[in-house]
């Protein structure tokens, strides 16, 4: 058997068989009549949760329908008559995911999905074995090398795991709970943006790495958030000297700081001020950080 990726419906189509447990049955002459979208639809799946696999010419079976991301078989068509189960065992011993479902694939099966909104958490939890699905929520896919991101429970956005760094994916292995809570903290201001989101939980991750003590760091009473986390990346700029732009500052703190009307040093340079929790933050123009200091001093 050959891949192919393009489907061109077969003039030798001559019957349909549906997977039933362990066995195929063959469908009624009517549903034979239709194509592989609509037998698809009556067999309960949208055309995005299934790939179809094409055999080669001197196959007795055309196509073997197939539950993405799986060897699943939904419904498989053939040139003659009658199915050969000889040849679906041979399939599926010579089944590989890495060739079937290879990067293109992969990125043409879930492109799709998002663009027809069609890939429910639901749906995916089940042919992915995801542990404990949500309907927003940040998931890595081991088999697949990505990372992803739904929304109202339906696939909206994929990247590969590549994209966390290494202390953001040592919060995910060992501290999920603190992932999901960083993750959520980014996704009520950057919405469905999710390289924007992992940017975020990335930049809080490796601030954390980088303090000492951890949880015990002195001044974690300072950078706790409205949300009840920790602004780790600015306790760092606060209390250990690390340096930040003016347009890192507003990344980081999207949509979580305050400007006040900026004022003038020396009469002559424009000084913009910016609250983050109980710290206010001064830039020159130029972008570069002037002072901060404790609103409570």
Not at 74 to 79: A, D, E, G, Q
Not at 149 to 176: C, H, M, Y
Request: proline share 2%; net charge negative; charged share 25%.
């Amino acid at each position: 058997m050959q891949l192919q990726t393009v489907y061109k419906p077969s003039k030798n189509l001559m019957a349909v068989f549906i997977k039933k447990g362990k066995s195929f049955e063959r469908v009624s002459a009517e549903i034979e009549k239709l194509s592989i979208n609509d037998i698809t639809e009556k067999s309960g799946y949208n055309k995005d949760e299934l790939y179809v696999f094409f055999c080669d010419a001197n196959s007795t079976i055309n196509t073997i329908s197939l539950e993405i991301f799986t060897n699943n078989i939904v419904f498989i068509t053939v040139k003659e008559d009658y199915l050969d189960e000889n040849e679906v065992k041979r399939f599926l011993k010579d089944f590989s995911f890495k060739e079937i479902y290879n990067s293109y694939e992969v990125d043409s099966i879930l492109s799709a999905g998002i663009y027809n909104r069609s890939l429910t958490i639901t749906y995916l939890a089940r042919v992915l074995n995801i542990i404990a699905p949500d309907d927003n929520g940040l998931f890595f896919i081991e088999l697949l090398g990505l990372n992803l991101f739904f929304i109202d429970g339906v696939l909206t956005d994929f990247q590969t795991s590549d994209g966390l760094s290494k202390w953001a994916k040592d919060w995910r292995e060992l501290n999920p709970k603190m992932f999901k809570e960083y993750e959520n903290t980014a996704k009520l201001f950057w919405g469905n943006n999710l390289s924007m989101i992992i940017k975020e939980i990335n930049a809080q991750a490796d601030a954390y790495a980088s303090i000492p003590h951890g949880f015990k760091n002195e001044f974690i009473p300072l950078h706790r958030t409205q949300f009840g986390n920790i602004n780790f990346f600015m306790l760092n700029i606060c209390h250990y000297k690390k340096t930040v732009d003016l347009d890192v500052f507003l990344e980081i703190n999207h949509g979580r700081y305050r400007e006040l009307l900026p004022r003038f040093e020396n009469s002559v340079i424009q000084v913009k001020q910016y609250i983050v929790d109980k710290f206010t933050y001064e830039f020159i123009d130029n972008g570069v950080l002037l002072r901060y200091y404790s609103i409570d001093n």
